[in-house]
DNA sequence: CGGCTAAATGAAATCGAATTTCAATTTCAA
DNA sequence: TTGAAATTGAAATTCGATTTCATTTAGCCG
């Protein structure tokens, strides 16, 4: 790692290689705040400024993307792994995953018609996850749209 | 309008006349600065916040959605049309659509499999657009991957 | 037509995540 | 070892989203 990130003009140090450790071993959809608590099991001394733009980095150098869910907190994935989506329980804010090369391979061909050139692409599916679903199945929320 | 309204417990009034209107004139993808731009032309003294409290309250109604391109500014779309997945050009921060009949098609069954009840799908992929490509074909950003 | 109550409004204040600033520290190539 | 450039931590700042609060208004009821 201290040799990749040399090739792309950044040094090593200390906080990094925690914070860099702590992403990679919670894997996914992550907040700053959650990797924070995290890192600062293994050293209370990181700050938050730091594991921020580590984070940023991290993503900077092709190793992570921002994962948005429209809940105002900016999340982060790894993308060493097969495309995939994500389910997004508005309930318990619970985050799953869902395979998605056949969906990909079908958006690509969309977006070469008009002449776009593709960076990422991202579906995100929200709504109740099983859980939820069965414990939600007397308090109602007093629907508006009756 | 004012019935509709009237059947989920709101009332009418003029500045929410002003906001309607324009919302479903300018179409799509309306931040809401650009909204309250939009309605102090009608009347320059809607205030900001009650530009906020509309766009919100069509949402509720459900004759819009809040669209996240992970720009850090909330969008919003009118639900009245077919489905649609958006792509952001992160130069020009322009936003086109695509028709998405298809793959939400295909969405569905995959939620079903794990039981997650949906409400929402989206889709957003961001790039470069077309008119943007030619733009920058020679000044180039120093890439970092590479 | 008044009167009344809940809803709506506008301005200003607040919130909170994201991002920047800045002085001090550290990495690492020469 | 040394110096330039990168990094860090704490605090400050930014900025869109959201709430507060005093005031006004819509629309139902008689």
Chains 1, 2 share one sequence.
Not at 37 to 53: A, C, E, F, L, P
Not at 94 to 119: C, G, R, S, Y
Request: a negative charge; one cysteine or more.
């Amino acid at each position: 790692m201290r040799e990749f990130l040399k090739t792309k003009g950044f040094k090593m140090t200390p906080q990094r290689e925690i914070i860099f450790r702590a992403f990679f071993e919670i894997g996914d959809h992550v907040t700053v705040d959650e990797l924070y608590r995290r890192v600062r099991k293994s050293d209370n001394s990181v700050g938050y400024s730091t594991v921020w733009r580590n984070l940023k980095l991290i993503c900077r150098v092709g190793l992570a993307e921002e994962v948005n869910l429209g809940d105002g907190v900016t999340r982060y994935d790894r993308v060493t792994r097969e495309p995939h989506g994500h389910f997004y329980c508005v309930q318990c804010k619970q985050v799953t995953e869902f395979e998605m090369e056949e969906i990909v391979a079908k958006l690509h061909p969309i977006a070469d018609k008009q002449l776009f050139h593709v960076d990422t692409i991202k579906c995100e599916i929200s709504g109740v996850c099983e859980t939820c679903q069965k414990k939600t199945d007397d308090d109602d929320d007093t629907p508006l749209v009756s």
